[in-house]
């Protein structure tokens, strides 16, 4: 009987053990109003999650159920809500992380979250004045995860949206 002792069996072993560390993303909007939008938060009140320009947009890890800013650090999580959508904060703690997944380059809840797998969000725009810049509300864009179909009354929305990471093509 003869044994190996080529260092090839080990190696091959060691670089499937190897964790791949995901660099840091941008997160995008794919469909109207917020088509080519990205995730950042509002000048005006740093833990509101916004969509707006890409030039303001900021980047993201997604690890561990957890999506955190490069940028400020903040997690990004879901507060309490007795509507079917759920106002997104950033917050300083990953503790209300909700379990935040990847199904192929969209950003979901996870079948273990709360919410279960969600994939629907909703976007209303930022009246002016509240970080919003000028003109008619401005280009900023409210982000709240949907679990049904309610809206806020009186304001400008668009349900059923999604958001993704580049494309991974």
């Not at 833990?47 to 800013?69: F, K, L």
């Not at 009246?127 to 009186?154: F, H, K, N, R």
Request: proline share 7%; net charge negative.
């Amino acid at each position: 009987m003869h044994f190996s002792t080529s260092p090839l069996p080990a190696l091959a072993a060691l670089v499937f053990a190897v964790t791949v560390q995901s660099k840091p993303e941008q997160i995008r909007g794919v469909s109207s109003p917020i088509f080519h939008y990205y995730l950042q938060a509002n000048p005006q009140d740093a833990t509101m999650p916004v969509m707006g320009p890409e030039s303001s947009g900021e980047y993201y890890n997604i690890d561990g159920g957890a999506i955190q800013s490069v940028n400020s650090s903040a997690y990004l999580t879901i507060a309490e809500s007795e509507t079917s959508y759920k106002t997104l904060t950033l917050s300083p703690s990953s503790s209300s992380a909700p379990g935040w997944t990847l199904e192929g380059d969209t950003i979901i809840t996870g079948t273990s979250s709360s919410w279960g797998r969600q994939l629907n969000f909703l976007v209303c725009q930022v009246p002016s004045g509240s970080g919003g810049g000028g003109g008619m509300g401005g280009d900023l864009w409210q982000v709240y995860l949907q679990t049904g179909s309610e809206t806020p009354a009186g304001r400008q929305c668009s349900n059923f949206q999604s958001l993704h990471l580049p494309c991974l093509c």
